[in-house]
Nanobody, 126 residues
Framework: QVQVAESGGGLVLPGGSLRLSCTAS????????MGWFRQVPGKEREGVSC????????LYDDSVKGRFTVSRDNAKNTLYLQMNDLKPEDTAMYYC???????????????????WGQGTQVTVSS
């Protein structure tokens, strides 16, 4: 059974940093492109970043480009999201997901991701 779990969320001041981690078990991790998404109450889940299976290709939403960096360690079955210069509008529940293996490339369409974690809350506030 596939299990995805996020960690590393918390409360941070504007301009601060956090690093989220995501582990996946029950799968061969390097067979899957992985993504980060976020959602606030009353709004649709939106894509933040995606990384291809090898890590060669990355995608970012325009709102986080230059501030967030995605990375993965396939030996540890772990995906990371380094978030710098955080803003109040980054406040959301952050989710990690594994893309369905039928999709070889990387993009941020929610419906193409098959396995999801429970989320970790990130709050940016003074």
């Amino acid at each position: 059974q596939v299990q995805v779990a996020e960690s590393g969320g918390g409360l941070v001041l504007p301009g601060g940093s956090l690093r989220l981690s995501c582990t996946a078990s029950g799968v061969r991790f390097d067979d899957y492109a992985m993504g980060w998404f976020r959602q606030v109450p009353g709004k649709e889940r939106e894509g933040v970043s995606c990384m291809s299976r090898t890590g060669f290709t990355t995608l970012y939403d325009d709102s986080v480009k230059g501030r967030f960096t995605v990375s993965r360690d396939n030996a540890k079955n772990t995906l990371y999201l380094q978030m710098n210069d955080l803003k109040p509008e980054d406040t959301a529940m952050y989710y990690c997901a594994a893309r369905a293996p039928a999709y070889l490339s990387c993009d941020l369409r929610v419906e193409t991701f098959a396995y999801w974690g429970q989320g970790t809350q990130v709050t940016v506030s003074s």
